[in-house]
């Protein structure tokens, strides 16, 4: 049988079939590991093929392979073994929830959280919350943001997860698809979750209060169905995602503005900072690369982190 992974507890793995039905599979002994070494082998969002125990008891698999991932995200754990731990697997996009205030959400942050998306080959989407509280001047730096963006190839939405605006634009995206919402702590995530579908709160507020008791050592997933023809895949306490193991010189192919460009500059190894006849240096003088999008990218290449303030009006 197929099936899709919901929920993992480390030795367990809640197995959901297309029929709808739930097993609870273990992993087969010499399951082989496919891909990066890992601590979990099997996560939240991972297609695999199992059979049923031999036990009578008709709830109870074995998983003994694993369909190739289309994506996955991961976290390295910050002890000095820096495993690889497999948070979440086969998404088909990820919402950023971005407010201007309370909490700030910096450009840098931003731009990092999308650098690593393409990475990851994610799909993103920016969601500018809180709309509903903004004063003109604010307004106009979401428009200001949504245009830069957009510019560039992401879709924007500016919502309030609290009135409902703009709501069924965000539904209308999760159609069909698995998603995952990320931002910082206060930005409206568990808010939105509720307007998108009110019987999830209770869920997913379950797990985050099992996430702040410390139950869990590693970052805990879970997947769930949505009210409509929709999943979504809960990691608390995860705000973005880092960028792992990124070469400096690899930054600049997740800055889809530079994809162009980068053939016409004078190296083919240029990497954007002091070189002579820059494509891509020459497209920012012009204000056709965006100096905030250079500047997050300066910061990623040079390690420096910075939090800045969009300049409306210096760029
Ligand atoms: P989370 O930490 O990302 O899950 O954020 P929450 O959903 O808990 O929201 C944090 C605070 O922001 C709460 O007080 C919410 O009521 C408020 N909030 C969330 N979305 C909106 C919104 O669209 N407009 C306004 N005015 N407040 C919001």
Request: charged letters at 25%.
């Amino acid at each position: 049988m197929i099936g899709t992974v919901y929920k993992s507890t480390g030795s367990w793995y809640n197995v959901k079939t297309d029929k709808g039905v739930f097993y609870e599979c273990r992993i087969k002994g010499k399951l082989r590991i496919k891909g990066i070494k890992s601590t979990n082998p099997v996560a939240v969002g991972d297609v695999v093929v199992f059979e049923l125990e031999n036990t009578g008891d008709e709830t109870l698999g074995v998983i003994s392979d694993i369909v190739d991932r289309k994506n996955y995200i991961i976290r390295k754990s910050v002890n000095l073994s820096k495993q690889t731990h497999i948070i979440a697997a086969n998404l088909d996009q990820v919402f950023l929830l971005v407010t201007l205030n309370n909490p700030v959400t910096y450009s840098i942050f931003i731009d990092r959280f999308l650098v690593t998306a393409e990475a990851y080959h994610i799909p993103a989407v920016l969601l500018f919350n809180k709309i509903d509280v903004y004063n003109d001047d604010e307004l106009t730096e979401i428009k200001y943001l949504a245009a830069l963006y957009r510019k560039i190839g992401y879709t924007c939405i500016g919502i309030s997860a609290k009135t409902g605006k703009n709501v069924n634009k965000v539904k209308e995206l999760m159609l069909k698809k698995t998603s995952m919402f990320a931002g910082h702590s206060g930005v409206g995530k568990s808010t939105l979750i509720n307007a998108i579908d009110p019987n999830l709160t209770l869920k997913t507020a379950e797990i985050s209060q099992q996430h702040l008791q410390g139950q869990h050592t590693t970052t805990f997933a879970e997947m769930f169905d949505l009210d409509f023809d929709g999943r979504i895949i809960d990691t608390p306490g995860i705000k973005g995602f880092g960028i792992v193991d990124m070469q400096p010189s690899e930054i600049g192919d997740y800055f889809p503005e530079f994809f162009e460009l980068k053939e016409h500059c004078k190296f083919n190894n240029c990497m954007h900072l002091d070189e002579p006849k820059c494509a891509v240096k020459d497209a920012l003088e012009d204000n056709k690369v965006s100096w905030s999008r250079y500047r997050s990218y300066v910061q990623m290449i040079t390690g420096e982190d910075e939090n800045y303030r969009i300049d409306l009006y210096g760029e």
